[in-house]
């Protein structure tokens, strides 16, 4: 097999109207990554899936006592993790973006009642892809800007919806994953490979 990838303010107010409505309250934005998200409607709709999905999670009446403390806990270290996007060389948005989008994924494929409910995220689904002896598994959100997370063995990665002709191209760093019903394209660096949606069950 291949060894692929992965390489791994106050909120902003027009008079008393925030310009975005996350599932915390701006007026007690703690951190420069929620003062990002208060002012960012993109982000804001990437919150409001997350706590959706988070809840469907901790509803769930069949997890045992120490799974809900263990994704209670998850949850808390992923809250810091988030808050300190204000270090991160790829700018304070863009990270929050994609912790944002890895944790999605990271809750939709551990926990089966957070895709119990039709919301703007879908998966894990499958792919078959020439070359990979394990299917990658892909998360879709569409909540603000389209955005497919990509999981392997090897990683995460969080690529963003681009301008394609037909399909949808979605790309990231040295990685584009352009898909067209349940096929797929992947490529990673100078590396090419068809893929396609696996059945699943």
Same mark, same amino acid.
């Given at each position: ?6 390489? %791994? ?10 310009? $975005?409505?996350? +599932?915390?309250? =701006?007026?007690?934005? %703690? ?8 002012? +960012? ?15 469907? $999670? ?5 997890? +045992? ?11 808390? @270290? ?6 300190? =996007? ?8 863009? =990270?929050? $973006? !994609?912790?944002?989008? $890895? ?12 895709? %119990? ?19 990658? +598994? ?5 909540? %603000? !800007? ?9 990683? !995460? ?6 301008? !394609?002709?037909? @399909? ?26 068809? =893929? ?6």
């Amino acid at each position: 097999m291949r060894s692929l990838f992965f390489g %791994g303010v106050a909120c902003l107010m027009s008079g008393s109207v925030w310009a $975005a409505d996350p +599932s915390f309250d =701006c007026a007690k934005a %703690g951190s420069s990554a929620e003062v990002a998200i208060c002012g +960012s409607e993109d982000l804001a709709a990437l919150d409001r899936e997350m706590a959706r999905l988070y809840q469907l $999670a901790v509803r769930d009446g069949t997890l +045992s006592a120490d799974r809900l403390a263990e994704l209670k806990a998850f949850q808390r @270290g992923w809250i810091k993790g988030r808050d300190d =996007c204000w270090k991160a060389d790829q700018g304070l948005e863009a =990270c929050v $973006a !994609t912790e944002y989008g $890895a944790r999605i994924a990271e809750i939709r494929t551990g926990y089966a009642a957070s895709r %119990g409910k039709k919301g703007p995220s879908d998966g894990p689904y499958p792919y078959v892809c020439d070359g990979l002896d394990l299917p990658l +598994s892909v998360v879709f959100v569409n909540a %603000g !800007t389209a955005r497919a997370v990509l999981s392997s063995r090897e990683g !995460t990665q969080v690529l963003t919806a681009g301008p !394609t002709g037909s @399909g949808v191209r979605y790309e990231g760093r040295d990685v584009v994953f352009h898909t067209k019903g349940r096929d797929a394209h992947l490529k990673v660096g100078k590396i090419s490979m068809s =893929c396609r949606q696996d059945d699943i069950g």
